[in-house]
């Protein structure tokens, strides 16, 4: 079947220390996208990569940073720069230009909690 | 720049009862809109979509929302809740230049939980 995996569901780190969060699709899209959620806050979007070895800021980009190496690969890195960490990161994807209706597919996430 | 905003950042609805969750936007370019449903701990789940064709959408789980240019909304509506409808719903507006093509990004309402009472 195809999707968006993301791991792990749960993570926990200390104060002061950088994790990776992974995702990886196999549905063939082009763009990815990294949103973090806090309650009440709705979905705010950190990264996004709409081909490989290129992506831009959202609107929460500091203290977090990606790469794109792989048309199917996204992974996410919250450095210790990131003030308050703890949350539910979500991961997306979704096809570009042509056809495209902009249609975003979520992962289920990883809840960070930082101790 | 677009936006969206939900009207009621919870609802509360007896089983069998109408629902109704309310979306506006602002848009200076037809928009593309967007119903997610999320349940606890999980990721967003497409419930329909409005892409300029039929103003009036039918989505999964027996949802539907009416596009009203005039209005500028988009609200979701089920006829009658069940109590697995319980969960938060995100309306969201596709990011669009004037001629149409796409930025790729979609802007998200700040959520409206659902609340089901037997």
């Known amino acids: 079947d195809g999707g968006i995996t993301q791991s792990p569901k749960y993570l926990f780190r200390k104060e002061g220390q950088n994790v990776t969060l992974s995702c990886e699709q196999n549905?063939?899209?082009?763009?990815m996208y990294w949103y973090r959620q806090d309650p009440g806050q709705g979905l705010r979007l950190i990264y996004y990569s709409q081909i490989v070895n290129d992506f831009q800021k959202g609107d929460i980009a500091e203290g977090y940073s990606v790469s794109r190496e792989k048309k199917e690969s996204f992974p996410l890195t919250v450095t210790s720069a990131q003030k308050n960490p703890t949350a539910f990161y979500l991961c997306?994807?979704?096809?570009?230009?042509?056809?495209?209706?902009?249609?975003?597919?979520f992962g289920p996430g990883t809840r960070l909690t930082v101790l | 720049a677009q936006s969206v905003t939900q009207l009621g950042s919870h609802v509360s609805v007896s089983e069998g009862a109408l629902v109704l969750l309310r979306c506006n936007y602002s848009s200076s370019v037809p928009p593309y809109l967007f119903w997610y449903v999320q349940y606890p701990n999980q990721g967003l789940q497409l419930l329909l979509k409005?892409?300029?064709?039929?103003?009036l959408v039918k989505g999964i789980n027996g949802f539907e929302a009416e596009f009203k240019k005039s209005e500028t909304s988009f609200h979701l509506t089920k006829p009658s809740a069940h109590m697995s409808d319980a969960a938060e719903y995100f309306c969201?507006?596709?990011?669009?230049?004037?001629?149409?093509?796409?930025?790729?990004?979609?802007?998200f309402g700040q959520g409206t939980i659902l609340t089901v009472h037997p």
């Open positions: 409005y892409t300029s064709a039929a103003t």
């Open positions: 549905l063939n899209h082009d763009a």
């Open positions: 969201a507006v596709s990011d669009r230049r004037a001629g149409g093509t796409s930025y790729g990004k979609l802007t």
């Open positions: 997306a994807s979704s096809i570009v230009g042509g056809t495209s209706t902009d249609t975003q597919y």
